[in-house]
T-cell receptor, first 114, second 111 residues
Framework: DTGVSQDPRHKITKRGQNVTFRCDPI?????LYWYRQTLGQGPEFLTY????????KSRLLSDRFSAERPKGSFSTLEIQRTEQGDSAMYLC????????????FGQGTRLTVV | SQQGEEDPQALSIQEGENATMNCSYK?????LQWYRQNSGRGLVHLIL?????REKHSGRLRVTLDTSKKSSSLLITASRAADTASYFC???????????FGKGTRLSVIA
């Protein structure tokens, strides 16, 4: 499978715990995006990378959230001290140079904080 | 918020009928895209229309763009039960910015 893959698909964690999600983009794509989606809503932008550089972070991304993309390949999104409000689907997408580029999405990681 | 708005929020039709979904946005855009999402899954790109285009077709899909009204529509003709999904419009602001998504239209096609 040469699409975008995300791991894990589901994560249940207790409030206050840290969680880390991984995204493997399509190999030739230089841009990688993280979005968050809650039930009945559209995806909300969190952050994106061009190669290994994190170019933009949304105001939604509190200090408890951190994302990395070492070597411009896979990316990780870590949430520290999880809260119930963090429960959502976390979507990763990748694309080529952005001007007219479509984004290819992974299947998402569904996080439930109990 | 720069998030776009889809209308209607939900749509239920019979198989074979056409489905029309609308999207409004607030700022100048580079291009507008439509995505589909099956329940609990990732999004799949359907079609892209550039800001200098007014209409585009792909199979049973027809997209229009009216930049003066800051709106777009997605028409699915001869709908099938398999078209049941949520449909989102997404756009980039002018320049190199990430996609901004609308809130989506949930389409149910009844066999």
């Amino acid at each position: 499978d040469t699409g975008v893959s995300q791991d894990p698909r589901h994560k249940i964690t207790k409030r206050g715990q840290n969680v880390t999600f991984r995204c493997d983009p399509i190999s030739e794509h230089n841009r990688l995006y993280w979005y968050r989606q809650t039930l009945g809503q559209g995806p909300e932008f969190l952050t994106y990378f061009q190669n290994e550089a994190q170019l933009e972070k949304s105001r939604l991304l509190s200090d408890r959230f951190s994302a990395e993309r070492p070597k411009g390949s896979f990316s990780t999104l870590e949430i520290q001290r999880t809260e119930q409000g963090d429960s959502a689907m976390y979507l990763c997408a990748s694309s080529l140079a952005p001007a007219l580029a479509e984004a290819f999405f992974g299947q998402g990681t569904r996080l439930t904080v109990v | 918020s720069q998030q776009g708005e889809e209308d209607p929020q939900a749509l239920s039709i019979q198989e074979g009928e056409n489905a029309t979904m609308n999207c409004s946005y607030k700022t100048s855009i580079n291009n507008l895209q439509w995505y589909r999402q099956n329940s609990g899954r990732g999004l799949v790109h359907l079609i892209l229309i550039r800001s200098n285009e007014r209409e585009k077709h792909s199979g049973r899909l027809r997209v229009t763009l009216d930049t003066s009204k800051k709106s777009s529509s997605l028409l699915i003709t001869a709908s099938r039960a398999a078209d049941t999904a949520s449909y989102f419009c997404a756009y980039r602001l002018e320049g190199n910015t990430p996609l901004v998504f609308g809130k989506g239209t949930r389409l149910s096609v009844i066999a």
